[in-house]
């Protein structure tokens, strides 16, 4: 099956940090594949800033060898590759700097979309913002986006948006949150709101729970400090399950349009009840397997920040009082795997007798790895011994469903299109963004004032012993991690 590709405007991006990791790993993979489907026009333009003095030329020859690495093994095709480079350009340019900023503005056309990538570290954010407007580089129409994290707390994040709206209008800032872009989680919406098979059992009255769980293999990967400092609180439950949670128990919008779609997330957000010290669980790896423990690996032998967290919170709304949703996230755990579990309530009677087993319905929305759906549904074993029964998966995946040969797009690609489209839906919206930490920062002060240690946790196990008491205290179970 072939997707139906619709080049975007033309445009002039500006991708400042372009020699960084970012820039490297996904911004140009994502531009490229965009490219050789044809989804850039011939005058699209990408062009690359930092401090390195690099001619035009060695950044096209950087570009090269970042597409090499990280198109996921698949080697470019060399005529899209060489007409792909051709597109690049490139200007030497320090953020806090004057020099550089004039060669850009000639650099950038009038009559294109012009968009501003901010792959840098935030507290560069405020001289870029700062450059743009002295350089008379922010038109009304102009696009800035806005790497994570987006502050460490509600002060920082208040005074970060409050920067941005000194220089641009809402309308223009795309604060990404990369799990928005990612295929499955705008599945989860058309799941939603595309069929009505589910909408009258989305709430309290049929949904028994929901676990949102996101699990990494990997450690901290170099990103000992910044990490030491976030914990898993900050660096994934802040955002990127928030936002899961948020599609999942939203209402439904009355139009598929960023502000409608933002406001109703937004909603759940405040009505998401303050997390009780008992329901939450941290957890930090330790040594074993030859990998160094948490602390080791961050180089601070005291740290008290969690590389695990588990918690319960409910949803203070008509929808879903009475359904708990259970989060959890974590590093060096036993597999890869992403999914949100919705799990259904029992069927009010049993036809077949109490000694039936019984199994409950199970709606699971697999991100990574192999994105796709299973729907847990009860049959009769078959074969003649009576009606005994059994739980099977209905199972899809998407690549399977697809047919051969479909590409699942990274996150990056549709969200850097959805910029030059000029539309916000896929992207947090200032007062979201608000809202989160205002509902994060009691949990993470709660911890300092009570001293709170994190559990250990062995790498390569599912995390916890006590993130496993969170759900048996409810009768209740996580799913295994696999
Ligand atoms: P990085 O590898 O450290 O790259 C930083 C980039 O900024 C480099 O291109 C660097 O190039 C440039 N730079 C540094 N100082 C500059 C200045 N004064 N003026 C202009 N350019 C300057 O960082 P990264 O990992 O790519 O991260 C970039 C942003 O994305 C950060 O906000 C990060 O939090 C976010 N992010 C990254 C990841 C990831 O996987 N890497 C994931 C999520 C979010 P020069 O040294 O040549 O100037």
């Given at each position: 099956m072939?997707?139906?590709v619709?080049?975007?405007?033309?445009?002039?991006?500006?991708?400042?940090?372009?020699?960084?990791?970012?820039?490297?790993?996904?911004?140009?993979p994502?531009l490229?594949?965009r490219?050789?489907?044809?989804?850039?026009?011939?005058?699209?333009r990408?062009?690359?800033?930092?401090?390195?003095?690099?001619?035009?030329?060695?950044?096209?020859a950087?570009?090269?060898?970042?597409?090499?690495?990280y198109?996921?093994?698949?080697?470019?095709?060399?005529?899209?590759m060489?007409?792909?480079?051709?597109?690049?350009?490139?200007?030497?340019?320090?953020?806090?700097?004057?020099?550089?900023?004039q060669?850009?503005?000639?650099?950038?056309?009038?009559?294109?979309?012009?968009?501003?990538?901010?792959?840098v570290?935030?507290?560069?954010?405020a001289?870029?913002?700062?450059?743009l407007?002295?350089h008379?580089?922010?038109?009304?129409?102009?696009?800035?986006?806005v790497?994570?994290?987006?502050?460490?707390?509600?002060?920082?994040?208040?005074?970060?948006?409050?920067?941005?709206?000194?220089?641009?209008?809402?309308?223009?800032?795309?604060r990404?949150?990369?799990?928005?872009?990612?295929?499955?989680?705008?599945?989860?919406?058309a799941v939603?709101?595309?069929?009505?098979?589910?909408?009258?059992?989305?709430?309290?009255?049929?949904?028994?729970?929901?676990?949102?769980?996101?699990a990494?293999?990997?450690?901290?990967?170099?990103?000992?400090?910044?990490?030491?400092?976030?914990?898993?609180m900050?660096?994934?439950?802040?955002?990127?399950?928030?936002?899961?949670?948020?599609?999942?128990?939203?209402?439904?919008?009355?139009?598929?349009?960023?502000?409608?779609?933002r406001?109703?997330?937004?909603?759940?957000i405040?009505?998401?009840?303050?997390?009780?010290?008992?329901?939450?669980?941290?957890?930090?790896?330790?040594?074993?397997?030859?990998?160094k423990?948490?602390?080791?690996?961050?180089?601070?032998?005291?740290?008290r920040?969690?590389?695990?967290?588990a918690?319960?919170?409910?949803?203070?709304s008509?929808?879903?009082?009475?359904?708990?949703f259970?989060?959890?996230?974590?590093?060096?755990l036993?597999?890869?795997?992403?999914?949100?579990?919705?799990?259904?309530?029992?069927?009010?009677?049993?036809?077949?007798?109490?000694?039936?087993?019984w199994?409950a319905?199970?709606?699971?929305?697999?991100?990574?790895?192999?994105?796709g759906?299973?729907?847990?549904?009860m049959?009769?074993?078959p074969g003649?011994?009576?009606?005994?029964?059994?739980?099977?998966?209905?199972?899809?995946?998407?690549?399977?469903?697809?047919?051969?040969?479909?590409?699942i797009?990274?996150?990056y690609?549709?969200l850097?299109?959805?910029?030059?489209?000029?539309?916000?839906?896929?992207?947090?919206?200032?007062?979201?963004?608000?809202?989160?930490?205002?509902?994060?920062?009691?949990?993470?002060?709660?911890?300092?004032?009570?001293?709170?240690?994190p559990h250990?946790?062995?790498?390569?196990?599912?995390g916890?012993?006590d993130?496993?008491?969170l759900?048996?205290?409810?009768?209740?179970?996580?799913r295994?991690?696999?």
């Amino acid at each position: 099956m072939v997707a139906r590709v619709i080049p975007v405007d033309p445009f002039d991006l500006v991708v400042f940090g372009a020699t960084g990791d970012l820039a490297r790993r996904k911004i140009l993979p994502s531009l490229f594949r965009r490219f050789a489907d044809g989804q850039m026009p011939p005058e699209a333009r990408v062009i690359g800033a930092a401090r390195s003095p690099l001619s035009p030329a060695e950044f096209r020859a950087h570009a090269a060898e970042a597409l090499a690495e990280y198109l996921d093994g698949v080697p470019p095709d060399p005529a899209s590759m060489a007409a792909f480079l051709e597109r690049l350009d490139y200007v030497a340019l320090d953020a806090g700097d004057a020099a550089g900023w004039q060669t850009l503005a000639g650099r950038l056309r009038d009559d294109v979309v012009q968009a501003h990538y901010f792959s840098v570290a935030p507290a560069l954010f405020a001289d870029l913002a700062a450059g743009l407007d002295r350089h008379g580089l922010n038109r009304p129409e102009t696009r800035v986006v806005v790497e994570k994290p987006f502050g460490h707390d509600l002060g920082s994040a208040r005074a970060l948006n409050a920067m941005l709206a000194q220089h641009f209008d809402e309308g223009q800032v795309y604060r990404i949150d990369h799990y928005l872009g990612k295929e499955t989680v705008q599945n989860l919406m058309a799941v939603r709101f595309a069929n009505i098979l589910f909408e009258p059992l989305w709430n309290a009255r049929f949904v028994d729970h929901v676990q949102i769980t996101v699990a990494e293999t990997v450690g901290v990967d170099g990103r000992g400090s910044y990490y030491d400092d976030a914990g898993a609180m900050r660096d994934m439950v802040q955002n990127h399950l928030m936002q899961l949670l948020c599609l999942i128990a939203m209402e439904p919008p009355h139009r598929f349009d960023p502000d409608a779609v933002r406001d109703e997330k937004l909603k759940v957000i405040r009505a998401l009840d303050p997390v009780q010290p008992g329901d939450i669980v941290r957890g930090q790896y330790g040594a074993g397997n030859g990998a160094k423990g948490f602390a080791e690996e961050v180089g601070n032998p005291g740290t008290r920040t969690e590389s695990y967290v588990a918690l319960k919170v409910g949803v203070s709304s008509w929808r879903w009082k009475g359904t708990p949703f259970y989060l959890r996230t974590g590093k060096r755990l036993r597999a890869r795997a992403s999914e949100i579990a919705v799990t259904f309530r029992d069927p009010p009677h049993s036809i077949f007798g109490e000694e039936a087993p019984w199994r409950a319905n199970v709606l699971v929305i697999r991100l990574q790895p192999d994105e796709g759906m299973t729907l847990r549904v009860m049959i009769k074993e078959p074969g003649p011994g009576g009606m005994r029964l059994k739980d099977v998966a209905l199972d899809m995946s998407f690549a399977e469903a697809l047919g051969e040969g479909v590409h699942i797009p990274d996150a990056y690609e549709r969200l850097i299109m959805d910029v030059i489209r000029g539309n916000q839906t896929l992207f947090m919206r200032g007062d979201e963004v608000e809202a989160a930490w205002a509902w994060t920062d009691p949990v993470i002060a709660g911890w300092s004032e009570r001293g709170d240690r994190p559990h250990p946790y062995d790498p390569g196990s599912s995390g916890p012993e006590d993130a496993l008491m969170l759900m048996h205290r409810d009768g209740r179970r996580w799913r295994e991690i696999r």
